[in-house]
């Protein structure tokens, strides 16, 4: 290292950073560089100034964005945006480190798309398409299924496997279209007006999964309206899981994949057996119900009917006999009992009328011969027999005076 | 009893024989015919179902529209 004896200046750090600062600004590429890349650790300093760095796969830059540049943006930048950036590279002298001082910069593949994507998404939610009211209801069982795919990917085979072993009853017709690229959206357009005119009970849209440009497509705002403006219920199947298209929120309803779409829009045919035989047990319990019903009316109209039955009707003639014979017998006694004691009454005013009894009580009645009575001492003279009955026996006598009118 | 309903049609019977007999105003012996209809119906919904053989056709642009031809998603794996 030190065969070399022509004396080197020696640098001081600030001279050395200088002098690597002036290199970088006089190389004609880096003065006036386009970068391509992926921001991250986006800082939006309250100065007003950007602070990021921009990386790929391999390495980062670190980039600055001056205030009077950043405000002539026309997005907003943040990490994870791929972005195009114009500017030059240079040394930030205190540190000692290279930057990129950038003075435009311009969304870049899918960081543009996103930006338009935003865009899109909320213009077509503020004009009501993804409203949840105009979502249509799925078929229970749908026998035409009407698919806009290619008819080359994973995806119809997907879809027809599935239907296959789920509802083998269903008939799939296959709009064959573009699922990527240009002439993608008018041919997915095309799919769903023809699905419209020769209708079929449920339209799966879709296609498998790629990247953010191949299912582009989807986010179309033409097809958005094709796609809304559907009289039949359209399930969008865009990619995997994690890729939500315009069409997805346009769509009746979203599977996360094909796949998935073919499951959601088909019933199973086991379970649907399931149903029909519940269905049977269901109407059987109905028809037992309305037996059992029928049964006990008939029992109840049976009760009733016995109770005006010929043998009740003697039972209650019957009764009705006892009733009257013992009210009679009760009359009878009640009258027989009266005229005991009518007779006994007038028997007893009778025995006061006998003259026996008047006998009795010391009087007598007087006869004369002929046994007429003798009731006045006109009808008498003296010294005639007259007979006088007393209550135990009569007396015959002759009248010695007679004295007129004693008691009178 | 109807011989050839599709098997849309004979859910669709199904369906209002269920909700006729459900309302309950129907006659006994209107119950035991709907009823046996019923059960024809979930018959031959079974037979379809097992019988089905998956139909899938593919439109093909023609010059006056569109026409179906047989679709094997299989051989264009």
């Known amino acids: 290292m030190k065969s070399l004896q022509t004396p080197k200046p020696i640098f001081s750090v600030s001279e050395i950073n200088e002098f690597i600062k002036l290199t970088l600004e006089n190389s004609p590429t880096l003065s006036n560089v386009t970068v391509s890349g992926e921001i991250s650790n986006f800082t939006n300093h309250k100065s007003g100034h950007l602070y990021f760095t921009l990386k790929d796969d391999g390495a980062i830059i670190k980039c600055v964005m001056f205030k009077s540049y950043a405000s002539s943006l026309g997005f907003i930048p943040q990490s994870g945006m791929k972005v195009c950036a114009h500017g030059r590279i240079s040394v930030f002298p205190r540190d000692g480190q290279y930057q990129f001082y950038i003075n435009s910069m311009m969304p870049d593949g899918i960081g543009s798309l996103n930006v338009a994507y935003e865009m899109l998404k909320n213009k077509l939610d503020g004009m009501g398409l993804f409203d949840e009211d105009k979502k249509k209801p799925l078929p229970k069982i749908p026998m035409t299924i009407g698919i806009i795919t290619s008819p080359t990917g994973a995806a119809i085979r997907d879809m027809i496997n599935i239907s296959k072993r789920r509802f083998p009853l269903a008939e799939l017709i296959l709009f064959p279209s573009l699922v990527q690229g240009e002439g993608a959206p008018s041919q997915l357009i095309s799919g769903i007006k023809y699905f419209n005119e020769n209708p079929v009970d449920v339209i799966i849209i879709g296609r498998g999964g790629g990247s953010i440009e191949d299912l582009w497509a989807f986010n179309d705002e033409q097809l958005a309206y094709a796609v809304f403006a559907s009289k039949i219920p359209i399930v969008s199947a865009v990619g995997h899981e994690t890729d939500f298209t315009i069409c997805d929120y346009v769509a009746d309803r979203r599977a996360p994949t094909p796949s998935a779409a073919a499951e959601l829009v088909t019933p199973e045919t086991d379970k649907l057996k399931q149903q029909y035989n519940n269905i049977i047990t269901h109407l059987k319990s109905s028809l037992d119900f309305q037996i059992k019903n029928r049964r006990e009316k008939i029992c109840a109209f049976e009760n009733s009917r016995q109770l005006s039955s010929p043998k009740n009707q003697l039972e209650d003639k019957r009764m009705l006999l006892i009733h009257l014979s013992e009210l009679m017998q009760s009359k009878m006694k009640f009258i027989c009992s009266q005229k005991e004691t009518l007779f006994s009454s007038n028997a007893s005013k009778l025995s006061a009328l006998n003259p026996l009894n008047i006998l009795s009580r010391g009087y007598g009645a007087v006869y004369d011969e002929l046994g007429g009575v003798l009731t006045s001492v006109n009808a008498i003279s003296e010294n005639q027999t007259i007979n006088v009955k007393l209550h135990d026996g009569d007396i015959k006598a002759t009248v010695n005076s007679i004295t007129r009118g004693k008691y009178e | ?77």
């Open chain 2, 1 to 77: 009893m109807n011989k050839k309903l599709t098997f849309e049609q004979a859910t669709e019977r199904l369906e209002a024989i269920v909700n006729e007999m459900e309302n309950g105003k129907v006659t006994l012996d209107k119950s035991l015919e709907l009823f046996e209809e019923g059960v024809s119906l979930v018959k031959q919904c079974n037979a379809m179902l097992d019988k089905a053989e998956q139909k899938v056709s593919m439109l093909v642009k023609t010059d006056d529209g569109y026409e179906t031809t047989d679709f094997n998603g299989e051989n264009n794996g």
